[in-house]
């Protein structure tokens, strides 16, 4: 059969760099943009790694410091939290990842809509200036609030950046939702519109439905957000009162009158919880090929694998109150919410067995990118089964505000997605720079980051200590033991490690970058289609003549009866005996 | 292949014709998918600014201001209420329907009718936008602001301006879409399409249309 011509994508020409600045920083290129991404959101990482290190100092060492005071620990305890979960987190795996490996991995020359996907990178790149902000020298600094930003504290005196601080965060998240719609609307149009021959919705790679998956949660989810962000700004700056009740402070009335903290708190969550699953979806999927591609063996269960991203997307809607069981809420509410929360518990389960399963009796390669991914399933589990307990109302009314939350979001959507992220980085750098990152510095990298965090994160399970608090032993008041100290401090050293061991992995990146080993077009014989392009680095345009054709899915490893371990995913199936 | 074809009948079928390769809305441009999940994420945003509205409105403890009274028109010594509202609603609709008209004569390939409805479009939208300016003078010359009002709770203002802004804005930039596209259009940019490009802004304008009747209804109405 002649193969027709796929309508648009062969059809229109793509907008051909002719300058420096439209190659690599006004570029409508994919690969650009997704690097582009990946650099912003790892240069405000490290921003907010260094937030984290006065956070624990001030913990583990209270009073070592004096500059580190009570305003300077919550606004960096609020700014580490948010640049981590929407700057860096969904940032990188949405932006990078996404803007990579989707069309890559769909075998289409580019976005959709190349232009818009490179205004979304610069209204992103904007949002980050318009955070930092914040920190504009002579202003009060940036909002203490708490990442979740609750109202009535947020806006009123008392709390730091009150009025300047809360503005620029609110500014930046709007501005950033913007950007993450303009990306967004181009992932799940190209997934659905612009497949390249024979890559039926069956055949796609797991890391595209996390990816897909994740930006349709991203598109409905950050329009509340949105919204709570404009009530904000209009409550601060124009007195409104959506969300603040008649309150007084230090025996003064304020002029605000009759809003509704809770609606906040509601709009907040019904953002958040599906943001959880924001960041986790787009990691799931691409911890599935990397284990995959690295055990030589099939994924286990792939149709139930991508019925369980579905089932955890849509469920992620109606979870949200679970982060509310203490705020007030009708108990029948919190029976539902409950419910609803620990069914979440059975896609996410199925998951975890497939893995295991993948990996039961595989050819494994223990390179670092499976290093990490096995990390990445071991970290979740601790994470997950810590989140039963919580999703539970009556046991998490006693855990709620304690060390154990902490521990709880940290290990699961904050060590799990990051280590995803690195298993990635280290997976497809090879295609993305045509040489391999340095082996030894990376299991270097991969033991200290993963030994680092269990040592950080585990014992804050049993140091069931309040957080947010500046101070705990203040005079008489003191409710430390002397072995909490200590292991405060083992945390607080364990802190500074891992986080300068995160300075060998940039190492690594810029070094490899000229000296490292010359990858090939498929260091890690893997059969999906980013790893089928005619160059590496892919060029412009990446697949030269013709768009490849799909004949199988993306996971032929160690089929019987084959001379080769893999069969890629454009090579034509035998004619049937 | 008999098998095949009893597999394929029903829900399977559809599943099959979504989940094959390619595109899975056959015949879609790209453009008009987008459009689509754009306006699925904008219909969360409005949703939750009504939700919001209606949760405030439910919480405060003072009265609500009486929409019939609030939004009356005093035209020859005679007090009509929602006078003004029904003949924006009117002029908005009416522009659904010229719209309608520009995609038609779109996809009959007749550019002028095309161009000239589009721009009719555009015209009622302004008017719309000028009509609600028109409303907001009247409020707050009437002693309505965002932070209080004479006759009840302050949210009535905080929600008025909040979501009738947000919704003049998404018309003013229709307005502006619409001139842009009918230039283009008329310029002859589109010439070797179908003309997608004004079912595409249509489905835009519909879309502001649609959460008006919304509008009209919680916000006025109740």
Not at chain 1, 176 to 193: H, R
């Amino acid at each position: 059969m002649a193969q027709a011509e796929i309508p648009y994508q062969e059809a229109i020409p793509l907008h051909d760099p002719h300058s420096w600045i439209t190659k690599y920083w006004f570029s409508q290129d994919h690969k650009v943009i997704a690097v582009q991404y990946g650099i912003t959101a790892v240069a405000v990482g490290l921003v907010a790694l260094v937030l984290s290190w006065i956070m624990r100092t001030q913990i583990g060492f209270p009073g070592m410091f004096e500059w580190i005071t009570p305003d300077i620990y919550y606004q960096s305890v609020t700014m580490h939290g948010m640049i981590m979960v929407i700057y860096l987190l969904t940032a990188f795996l949405l932006g990078s990842f996404g803007n990579y490996l989707v069309p890559l991995m769909l075998g289409a020359r580019d976005m959709v809509f190349p232009f818009v996907n490179m205004i979304s990178y610069h209204v992103y790149f904007a949002s980050v200036i318009i955070l930092m902000l914040g920190y504009w020298p002579g202003m009060e600094g940036p909002t203490g609030a708490g990442w979740t930003l609750y109202p009535p504290q947020a806006i009123l005196s008392g709390t730091p950046g009150a009025d300047w601080g809360i503005l620029t965060m609110l500014a930046s998240l709007a501005v950033f939702i913007v950007a993450f719609t303009m990306g967004g609307l181009n992932y799940i149009t190209t997934i659905l519109q612009a497949r390249t021959r024979g890559m039926t919705m069956m055949r796609m790679p797991l890391s595209i439905w996390g990816i897909g998956m994740a930006t349709v949660l991203g598109l409905l989810a950050f329009p509340a957000l949105f919204v709570s962000a404009i009530m904000m700004t209009l409550d601060n700056v124009l007195g409104t009162s959506f969300f603040m009740p008649a309150i007084s402070t230090a025996g003064a009335d304020h002029e605000y009158e009759g809003g509704s903290p809770l609606l906040f708190q509601h709009l907040f969550w019904f953002f958040g919880h599906p943001e959880v699953y924001i960041v986790a979806l787009p990691a799931f999927g691409v911890v599935s090929d990397l284990i995959s591609v690295h055990a030589r063996k099939n994924i286990f269960g792939y149709r139930l694998m991508v019925w369980a991203i579905v089932a955890i997307g849509g469920l992620s809607f109606i979870v949200w109150a679970h982060h509310m069981y203490v705020a007030g809420m009708h108990p029948y509410f919190g029976f539902f919410f409950a419910t609803t929360t620990l069914i979440i518990a059975v896609p996410t389960a199925i998951k975890v067995y497939n893995w295991t399963l993948t990996l039961w009796r595989a050819n494994i390669r223990f390179t670092v990118p499976m290093l990490f991914a096995i990390a990445f399933v071991l970290t979740f589990v601790v994470g997950g089964l810590t989140g039963l307990f919580l999703g539970n109302v009556i046991v998490d009314v006693p855990l709620s505000d304690t060390y154990f939350v902490v521990a709880h979001f940290h290990m699961v959507m904050g060590v799990a997605p990051i280590l995803v992220i690195f298993g990635g980085i280290y997976h497809w750098y090879p295609k993305i720079t045509g040489r391999m990152l340095n082996d030894t510095i990376g299991r270097i990298h991969f033991w200290i980051t993963f030994i680092g965090t269990y040592a950080i994160y585990f014992p804050m399970h049993f140091l069931a200590i309040p957080r947010r608090y500046y101070e705990y032993n203040v005079g008489e008041s003191a409710i430390l033991t002397q072995s909490m100290d200590i292991l405060n401090q083992s945390i607080t050293i364990t802190a500074y490690i891992v986080g300068i061991a995160q300075f060998l992995f940039i190492y690594n990146l810029i070094v490899s970058y000229r000296r490292g080993r010359e990858a090939g077009d498929n260091p890690w014989e893997a059969n999906s289609l980013e790893w089928r392009t005619p160059q590496t680095p892919p060029v412009h345009g990446n697949w030269g003549e013709q768009l490849p054709t799909v004949h199988r899915w993306a996971y032929d490893y160690s089929v019987p009866g084959e001379e080769t371990d893999f069969i890629p995913q454009d090579v034509p199936r035998k004619a049937q005996a | 292949m008999a098998e095949a074809a009893a597999e394929s009948t029903g829900l399977a079928s559809i599943a099959k014709d979504w989940s094959s390769d390619v595109t899975t809305f056959k015949g879609v441009p790209w453009g008009k998918a987008m459009m689509w999940i754009f306006l699925l994420s904008d219909t969360f945003i409005f949703g939750i600014f009504l939700t919001s509205y209606m949760t405030v409105r439910a919480t405060t403890a003072e009265a609500w201001p009486n929409p019939s009274e609030v939004f009356s028109l005093t035209l020859f010594g005679t007090t009509v209420p929602l006078l003004l509202i029904a003949i924006m609603t009117f002029d908005l609709i009416t522009s659904s329907g010229t719209m309608a008209l520009a995609v038609n004569y779109g996809y009959r390939r007749d550019k002028k009718k095309a161009v000239i409805f589009m721009l009719a479009t555009a015209f009622f939208g302004a008017v719309f936008v000028g009509m609600q300016a028109f409303e907001w003078y009247k409020l707050i010359s009437e002693g309505v602001r965002p932070w209080g009002n004479p006759w009840g709770a302050a949210q009535f203002g905080s929600c008025f301006f909040m979501i009738t802004g947000f919704h003049g804005l998404h018309v003013s930039a229709g307005v502006v879409y619409l001139s842009i596209i009918s230039y283009r259009v008329w310029r002859g940019k589109y010439d070797n399409t179908n003309f997608e490009i004004v079912e595409i802004t249509g489905l835009y304008w519909h879309f502001v249309d649609l959460v008006w009747v919304f509008i009209f209804a919680f916000f006025y109405l109740w």
